[in-house]
Nanobody, 128 residues
């Protein structure tokens, strides 16, 4: 079973930047579905960004143009670069991973909120 550790996070002022990292062990990260989601107090979880098994990325409209997901397969590490941060980005951020599913001759990834493994989460706080 994959284990995910997120050592990043922290506090930053509006307009600032942070980079989150997620170190994976126990599974060939490069062939899995990988991504980030977040949850703010009193709000629903929100998918932020994902990689599918083919390396294609998907980014939520709320962070498009500001957040970038990237990876280092050699280090089994996933990153989330967050720029031009806003107070509404304040949340607990989670790294998540899943084994690709198989259906009708093809592999696919479910939505990041349904991924089978996740990290412990890291707090990001944006203050004005």
């Amino acid at each position: 079973q994959v284990q995910l550790v997120e050592p990043g996070g922290g506090s930053v002022q509006v307009g600032g930047s942070l980079r989150l990292s997620c170190e994976a062990s126990g599974y060939p990260f490069s062939s899995s579905c990988r991504g980030w989601f977040r949850q703010a107090p009193g709000k629903e979880r929100e998918g932020v960004a994902t990689f599918d098994r083919g390396g294609n990325t998907s980014v939520a409209d709320s962070v498009k143009g500001r957040f970038t997901i990237s990876k280092d397969n050699a280090k089994n590490t996933l990153y989330l670069q967050m720029n031009r941060l806003k107070p509404e980005d304040t949340a607990m951020y989670y790294c998540a991973a899943d084994t690709p599913r198989y259906r009708k001759g093809d592999f696919y990834c479910v939505g990041v909120l349904d991924f089978g493994s996740r990290g412990q989460g890291t707090q990001v706080t944006v203050s004005s």
